[in-house]
T-cell receptor
Framework: ELKVEQNPLFLSMQEGKNYTIYCNYS?????LYWYRQDPGKSLESLFV?????AVKQEGRLMASLDTKARLSTLHITAAVHDLSATYFC????????????FGEGTQLTVNP | DGGITQSPKYLFRKEGQNVTLSCEQN?????MYWYRQDPGQGLRLIYY???????QKGDIAEGYSVSREKKESFPLTVTSAQKNPTAFYLC???????????FGPGTRLTVT
């Protein structure tokens, strides 16, 4: 059974600081997705990582994938308050078409 | 504009009643999914469908039922057999293959 673990689950940081969210998964997969969720809202797609070594950047967020280590990271650079949200990683289940397994989410709060 | 719609946004029901949540997409996606999200937790897959007139159980299908009579529609019925139905329900769709999923705005169901 595929398990996806994120850490930390809660992250409070000051504006201007850098931090990394980690996403570990338990079985082989070469597709990983990052989503953002604002309170009371739906999920918004941030990144799709399609192969080992993939790196994607959008603004202050950068995501990477190491399929050999079964690890993805979401790095936040010079955080701003607008980045406050819950971030989920999701891993494709190889044997079941396009089904995803989600991590528990990391609730990020950026303080002024 | 292409997208996924869910209705209603908020739904209140008495215990013992069945309730149907609507999900419609005009993205021409073959696959559709239903997830449940409880406060402070990740998403859990209820049912999914990869093609019209076919669907499979997800990880927590007990107490739920679905139909897929049209490509654009995938309604979810929460039956009285579901012990803890109060939750945030999210519908998603994707193209076949291993692309990411697009999410609807969600329906918040409260059962008292």
């Amino acid at each position: 059974e595929l398990k996806v673990e994120q850490n930390p689950l809660f992250l409070s940081m000051q504006e201007g600081k850098n931090y990394t969210i980690y996403c570990n998964y338990s079985t082989t997969s070469d597709r990983l997705y990052w989503y953002r969720q604002d309170p009371g809202k739906s999920l918004e797609s941030l990144f799709v990582l399609l192969s080992n070594g993939a790196v994607k950047q959008e603004g202050r967020l950068m995501a990477s994938l190491d399929t050999k280590a079964r690890l993805s990271t979401l790095h936040i650079t010079a955080a701003v308050h607008d980045l406050s949200a819950t971030y989920f990683c999701a891993v494709l289940r190889e044997t079941s078409g396009s089904r995803l397994t989600f991590g528990e989410g990391t609730q990020l709060t950026v303080n002024p | 504009d292409g997208g996924i719609t869910q209705s209603p946004k908020y739904l209140f029901r008495k215990e013992g009643q069945n309730v149907t949540l609507s999900c419609e997409q005009n993205l021409n996606h073959d696959a559709m999914y239903w997830y449940r999200q409880d406060p402070g937790q990740g998403l859990r897959l209820i049912y999914y469908s990869q093609i019209v007139n076919d669907f499979q159980k997800g990880d927590i299908a007990e107490g739920y039922s679905v139909s897929r009579e049209k490509k654009e529609s995938f309604p979810l019925t929460v039956t009285s057999a579901q012990k803890n139905p109060t939750a945030f329900y999210l519908c998603a769709s994707s193209e076949t293959g291993r692309r990411g999923q697009y999410f609807g705005p969600g329906t918040r169901l409260t059962v008292t």
